[in-house]
C-alpha cells in the first residue's frame, strides 16, 4: 500500500481514482489505531471504490497544557492495521501521512472555527479544540475531495461540528459516522486508553456503566433530562477518584442541552480518569 506524503500527491492519486471511475472515502485519523479505527476502515472499503486512511497528529486541537508531545505514534503498526483492515479489496488504497509542516505550511493564520457550537461539550472544557478539528478535518476533504468521510460515534460531539463544517462550507463530501467500538467490558476503544493504569481502567468502566444507566431508565419511558443525568451521575458517586467534566443531554445537530429527550438526542459524558480524559455516549432512540 502505497503511502503519501503530501497535499498534491494526495490531490493527484484521488483525481486519478476519480477518472476511473472510482469513488473515494476518506477516513482522517491521528493514528494509534485500533479495532474502532479499522471498522471505520472497513466501512469505507465496504462503500467506496477506493480508502485513504490519513495519520496526523494534529497540533492545533491540542492545547499547550494537553498530551500533543506523548499521544502514541504507532505508524508501523498502523500501517500494518490499515493493511489488514482493507485485506479483502483490490484496489489502490492509500495512507495519507503529512509532516506538520506540509498541512501547516510556515506562517499559515487559515483557520476554521464553527461558532457556537464549537464551544460546546468539549469544546467547553478544551478551548479552540474544535478550531483545530475543523481546520485539519477542511483542510484533508479540500485536498482528498472524497465523496465520503468516516467518522465514529465516539466522538459526537466532534461529528456535529463537522456536519455543520461542511453543511456551512458546502463541501460535497457526505459524512458517514459509525458505531462505537467496545471492549467487551464495555468500555469504548480510544487511543488514549493506553495511558490507563490497571487501576484506572477498571475506574474507566463507570462512564459505559452511566451511559447505560441512562439508555436502560431512557428505555423506560424516562424522557427528562434531569432524571436521566441524575442517573448517570449516581454511577459516578461511588468513585470519588473520578473527575467528572460533564454529564449531557443535547441536541446531536446543535449541542444546546434539552429539557426532554427525543429520538436522535445525544447523551453524552466526560471524566477525568486520572490525568486521562474520557468520553463515551449514546443516541438515545
Ligand atoms: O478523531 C480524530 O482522531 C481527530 O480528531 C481527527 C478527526 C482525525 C482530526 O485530527
Known amino acids: 500500500m502505497e503511502i503519501l506524503h503530501t497535499v498534491a500527491e494526495l490531490r493527484h492519486w484521488s483525481r486519478q481514482q476519480r477518472t476511473t471511475g472510482q469513488t473515494i472515502g476518506l477516513v ?7 479495532a474502532g479505527h ?30 500533543y508531545a506523548r499521544y502514541p505514534r504507532t505508524f508501523e503498526a498502523d500501517c500494518a492495521l490499515v493493511q489488514a483492515a482493507l485485506a479483502q479489496t483490490k484496489g489502490a488504497n492509500v495512507v ?14 487559515t483557520f476554521v472555527e464553527v461558532e457556537g457550537i464549537g464551544d460546546r461539550l468539549d469544546g ?6 474544535f478550531r483545530g478539528v475543523a481546520t485539519v478535518v477542511a483542510k484533508l476533504l479540500i485536498a482528498a475531495e472524497p465523496d465520503r468521510a468516516f467518522f465514529g460515534q465516539k466522538d459526537a460531539a466532534q ?4 456536519r455543520r463544517m461542511v453543511s456551512d462550507l458546502r463541501l460535497a463530501t457526505e459524512i458517514v459516522v459509525c458505531p462505537i467500538v467496545r471492549d467487551a467490558d464495555g468500555l469504548a ?38 432524571a436521566l443525568i441524575e442517573a448517570a451521575r449516581e454511577a459516578f458517586a461511588s468513585f470519588q477518584e473520578l473527575r467528572v467534566d460533564y454529564i449531557e443531554l ?31 455516549n449514546t443516541i438515545l432512540r
Open 28 to 34: 482522517p485519523t491521528m493514528g494509534a489505531l485500533h
Open 38 to 67: 479499522a471498522s471505520l476502515i472497513r466501512a469505507a472499503a465496504a462503500s467506496c471504490g477506493r480508502v485513504a486512511v490519513s495519520i496526523f497528529v494534529n497540533p492545533t486541537q491540542f492545547a499547550p497544557n494537553e498530551d
Open 96 to 109: 495519507f501521512a503529512p509532516s506538520v509542516e506540509e498541512l501547516y505550511p510556515a506562517g499559515a493564520s
Open 124 to 129: 467547553a472544557s478544551r478551548p479552540r479544540h
Open 159 to 162: 461529528v456535529a461540528i463537522i
Open 189 to 226: 476503544l480510544s487511543s488514549r486508553n493506553v495511558y490507563l493504569s490497571s487501576d484506572e481502567r477498571a475506574q474507566a468502566l463507570v462512564l459505559s456503566r452511566a451511559i447505560r444507566q441512562a439508555e436502560s431508565l431512557a428505555a423506560s419511558g424516562e424522557r427528562r433530562a434531569n
Open 250 to 280: 443535547v441536541d446531536w445537530a446543535t449541542l444546546e442541552p434539552v429539557e426532554n429527550a427525543v429520538s436522535g438526542s445525544l447523551f453524552a459524558v466526560a471524566a477525568w480518569v486520572g490525568t486521562t480524559r474520557l468520553i463515551d
